[in-house]
């Protein structure tokens, strides 16, 4: 009978611990990923909430700014209607913008509901976020109403985290008038409004020369993809770029400012 009583008592025990994910002080914690084992996390709530039936998957984090995660799927063009079909490729979960604990756990349990789906062939393929999904997240809010998963995220609120930050470079892009596309200078990030202010003051010194002058915050790693910085043109005192690679700085970009355009009706002559 002792034994019996003591085993009960665990298993209250342990659902009292289940019930409160974590306590409000860790919840508004802000996320730093290298703190934040992603395959740790995945088998706890695994676990705890799908009762372990979530298959191992490649899991990685990204600095992608599209908020939240992405579950990944590879989709049979010949049978995309059945989502039994489906093979799962893995989870990736964004640091670019700042979050709290809370948060990334509602992105992060958002997309595993996907993985779900997929893994039990229960995914919608005409509708993303189908009964399926929404019935499971009513079951796992109203179980943890802590985590408060949602269809869409607000990211109106959010600001690129201190990881982003701390690997930024201030860029100025710039448009000659022969059409050509260049990188004029690259400066400390901690200097930007600076360097803004003091070519927007000056901006009649150059407006005849281009058509248009940008400065950006842009990460590291997409300079060093690009080896932009190592394509310097001495004779123009430049760093020639493609419009591709302009465009693809433009989305990279944490902050844009345009500090000169040229009127339309000389862009258009």
Known sequence: MYALNECLRRQKLHRMLEATLFSAEEG?????PKSINLQREYDKFNRLIFQGELPKIPLKWTRSKKVGGTAGFLVPKATRYDSKTWKITGLTVSYFYEETYKEFLSDFIHEMIHIWEVHTGVANPNMQHAKAFMDKMKEINQRFPEIDITVKKNATHLKPSAAIKKKEYAVLTMKRKDGAHALVAVYNSAVFNDVVKQLTDTSRDYKDRYEFIEAML????????????????SRLGMYPISAGVLKHLRQDATQTIVIHQAPMQQLAA
Do not use: A, P, S
């Open 28 to 32: 508004d914690r802000i996320v730093d």
């Open 218 to 233: 842009v990460h590291t790693n997409f300079l060093e993809k690009f080896k932009v910085l190592q394509k310097f043109d």
